[in-house]
């Protein structure tokens, strides 16, 4: 059973950091890419930034680029995402995820084909 759990929302101002991590289970962590999304309301879900399996590869939405920093600790079982610099517009639930393809992906399509998703954590930044 695949498990992905998101965690480390709140409430931050602008200008501010935050460290999300999700915790994964139940795979062979490193076999697998993975990503964080986002979806805020009334919005349709966007890719934030993904990494490969092995974590050398990375993409990041030019959204968030130059913010937001996704790295992952195989050893652990867990990635993260370290977002400074935080705007309104980064408001959203934050969801973690898993391809589980195991292909190369092109850079540009790192965040494509997730297929395993956790629950999201929500951030919310505000004043």
């Known amino acids: 059973e695949v498990q992905l759990q998101a965690s480390g929302g709140g409430l931050v101002q602008p200008g501010g950091s935050l460290r999300l991590s999700c915790a994964a289970s139940?795979?062979?962590?490193?076999?697998?890419?993975i990503g964080w999304f986002r979806q805020a309301p009334g919005k349709e879900r966007e890719e934030v930034s993904c990494?490969?399996?092995?974590?050398?590869?990375?993409y990041s939405a030019d959204s968030v680029k130059g913010r937001f920093t996704i790295s992952r600790d195989n050893a652990k079982n867990t990635v993260y995402l370290q977002m400074n610099s935080l705007k309104p517009e980064d408001t959203a639930v934050y969801y973690c995820?898993?391809?589980?393809?195991?292909?190369?992906?092109?850079?540009?399509?790192?965040?494509?084909?997730?297929?395993?998703w956790g629950k999201g954590t929500l951030v919310t930044v505000s004043s």
């Open positions: 139940g795979f062979t962590f490193d076999d697998y890419g």
């Open positions: 995820a898993i391809d589980s393809s195991k292909r190369r992906r092109i850079i540009t399509d790192l965040c494509g084909g997730m297929d395993y």
């Open positions: 990494i490969s399996s092995n974590g050398y590869r990375k």
